[in-house]
């Protein structure tokens, strides 16, 4: 079972007068390294459709947050870079009961869903949904697989409950 701190994580961007900037906001523990890798993503993106906005003038809106999730989870869907049979499947609910997935066969689908359905992804929950959707879209083999091309060893949580 899983903690309430884990529950709330989500994508909540800076708040208002926040010295953060730009950054998302991880008030609790949660799934760090994927919030990172979307941080980082988001900055990326920023910075390329920023044109000369100073760093300290860019935030992570919506349709940015939107953008991202969507590239990350349609390059998650495409293997080899050949995306003609690429099915990306989104979560949109989990519970007790089982989870609530939509296929997406085109990026721009998917993405136009994300930002549709944005306010799921940033509050309580919303990081736990888009790594169920990350790993439902991948696989659980492809993933091992992916870690064990890399090099990398399994299990990536450690007996302290701790990532490696």
């Known amino acids: 079972m899983q903690t309430l701190e884990f529950e709330d994580a989500a994508y909540p961007g800076a708040a208002a007068g926040s010295a953060v900037g730009c950054g ?11 919030i990172a890798a979307i941080q980082a993503a988001c ?31 349609w390059q998650a869907a ?8 690429a099915v990306a499947k989104l979560v949109t609910k989990a519970s007790s009961d089982g989870v609530d997935v939509a296929d997406f066969t085109s990026q721009d689908a998917l993405t136009k869903a994300i930002g549709e359905s944005i306010n799921m992804f940033k509050s309580a929950g919303g990081a736990v949904l888009f790594l169920y959707s990350l790993v439902v879209t991948r696989t659980v083999e492809a993933i091992r697989s992916d870690v064990m091309k890399a090099g ?13």
């Open 24 to 34: 998302l906001v991880q008030p609790k523990n949660g799934p760090c390294g994927l």
């Open 43 to 73: 900055i990326a993106e920023m910075i390329r459709t920023g044109g000369d906005a100073p760093a300290t003038a860019l935030k992570v809106t919506d349709e940015v947050l939107a953008s991202v999730l969507g590239s990350i989870l």
């Open 78 to 85: 495409t293997v080899g870079g050949d995306n003609s049979n």
């Open 152 to 164: 990398g060893d399994l299990p990536l949580i450690t007996d302290l409950g701790l990532c490696t």
